[in-house]
């Protein structure tokens, strides 16, 4: 393995010198990767364009997420901003290396999860416009166009990752690679009509198998906190190390996603009856009330306080799409008829 990283860390050095100046590129790429993007800016897109493509989008997102957290922890990936330092074989010859502000997430690094959720969620896209393109032209060629910009922006993401040294290459291969088939897998399985009682039983099978697994391997003496001590070590700026990119909200994230999306579909299943003008409107201001949200600081003195509010953050996020705006949309624009 010290030869495999030392050789993605000089593709790393290779690809900050020679991509200097895209460097705004990567970081936007590395950014819209984020497994948070596919809730907060993925999810209410596809939504008011497809209902079942938008449910698709949330369930997919935060089952592969999970599963990023599990191997993850099963896999123990070394992340190369740390891994640099710690290795020593570069105390003669050190690589000519740049961290950024996404540079420093603290869990494991294999399998990446900003390209397999990436990669999953993408993929559910990709089918279903490509679905929708040769159901109107016929066109298998014309079919074809989502699938080949899905994987030009599953190569642009990877290459970010790399350029800042959030992951190794062989950790983005791998991740892309489980995210294509759970995004396969998990887009033939869309809960479009499940009851609430089905989420609640995910979820907390999601919590309660995680917290086993935490558990287990901390009594066979693998502490879990490894990653995030050599973070704190080696992040060019303390700053940098966030409490949300810890595998833990990871984790609450992808529990109060679901139980959002049951909420959603129980009290108002089938979603409300719009025109095409007025889901762009719920689009606009779904993306407004969204991006108020993640804008809004938590509290991280507290860990578990922390948590508790991500879970709720989160929570809220399919409601918000699926049934608050469209809810006001659909009662002033029926009023508006009605005078």
Known sequence: MDAIHAHGIRIAESLQ????AYEQTWLFASHLSDPKAAFLLIFPLTYFFNRRT???VVWVAAISEWLNLVFKWILFGERPYWWVKESRLFVKNPPQLQQFPSTCETGPGNPSGHAMVTAAVWWVMASSLASCLHARTRSKLVAGVPYLCYFLVLLVIGLSRIFI???FPHQVIAGSL???VLGVYLSRYIPESHSLLFFLRISASV???TLVLHTALEKIGIPLSWSVALAKK???HPEWVRLDTSPFSSLMRDCGALIGLGLAQSWKPGGWSLPRATRALCLALSAMALHHINRYSLPATNPVLFYILFFIKYTIVPQVVMLFIPGVVHFLT???KKD
């Open 54 to 56: 938008g449910v698709a």
């Open 234 to 236: 080696w992040c060019a």
């Open 334 to 336: 029926s009023k508006v």
């Open 165 to 167: 040294l959030a992951h």
């Open 178 to 180: 489980t995210g294509v």
């Open 17 to 20: 010198a020679s991509t200097k």
């Open 207 to 209: 919590l309660v198998g």
